[in-house]
């Protein structure tokens, strides 16, 4: 079984841009969960999106958001980008009767 | 303090020897728990999970919870050249909550 799908696997973007990253969970996952890390950092929880709502929101400001389409695929978009934003992306997915995240290969993003 | 912290390493371990990671976490209601490793570069993979009080095996590795004084921890047997890896420890406050809390991770080099 194919796992969690993530795209692009590298964007170098520049202040003040928008960019829009994409994840596919695993076959049957309903659940997806974003992610940032930050070199020498745990990952930090942005998003979570069950069933197409959302479910949870981390301590990020409004110029991200993301949302679920009916097939379960995911887009997290960052607006106005600031330097502090490069970072690698995580996308995770989860069946939905069990705890257990699975990550996708991330997206590094580079804010210049 | 810190939601989950580790001890930050970097941990060296002769090959053949058992290397031992630790975790502790400051929210007392927390239900599920699991150990990630993370290879430099790539993204956190899924080693272990754990939910109840005591000790879970699966095959060079245990994870060890005790509740009462809120700690995990991460034993790996035989350790080998290719679990030299940074190892994340991540907690789940509550069922139904799919927010993974990570700690900054231990890098562990296994010396051959």
């Known amino acids: 079984d194919a796992g969690v799908t993530q795209s692009p696997t590298h964007l170098i973007k520049t202040r003040g841009q928008h960019v829009t990253l994409r994840c596919s969970p695993i076959s049957g996952h309903k659940s997806v969960s974003w992610y940032q890390q930050v070199l020498g950092q745990g990952p930090q929880f942005i998003f979570q999106y069950y069933e197409k709502e959302e479910r949870g929101r981390g301590n990020f400001p409004d110029r991200f958001s993301a949302r679920q389409f009916p097939n379960y695929s995911s887009e997290l978009n960052v607006n106005a980008l600031l330097l502090g934003d490069s970072a690698l992306y995580l996308c995770?997915?989860?069946?939905?009767?069990?705890?257990?995240?699975?990550f996708g290969p991330g997206t590094r993003l580079t804010v210049l | 303090q810190k939601e989950v912290e580790q001890n930050s390493g970097p941990l060296s371990v002769p090959e053949g020897a058992i290397a031992s990671l630790n975790c502790t976490y400051s929210?007392?209601?927390?239900?599920?728990f699991f150990w990630y490793r993370q290879y430099s570069g790539k993204s956190p993979e899924l080693i272990m999970s754990i939910y109840s009080n005591g000790d879970k095996e699966d095959g060079r590795f245990t994870a060890q919870l005790n509740k009462a004084s809120q700690y995990v921890s991460l034993l790996i047997r035989d350790s080998q050249p290719s679990d030299s890896a940074t190892y994340l420890c991540?907690?789940?406050?509550?069922?139904?909550?799919?927010?993974?809390?990570f700690g900054t991770g231990t890098r562990l080099t296994i010396i051959p």
């Open positions: 929210d007392r209601v927390s239900q599920s």
């Open positions: 991540a907690v789940i406050s509550n069922f139904g909550n799919e927010k993974l809390t």
């Open positions: 995770a997915s989860r069946l939905d009767t069990y705890n257990e995240q699975f």
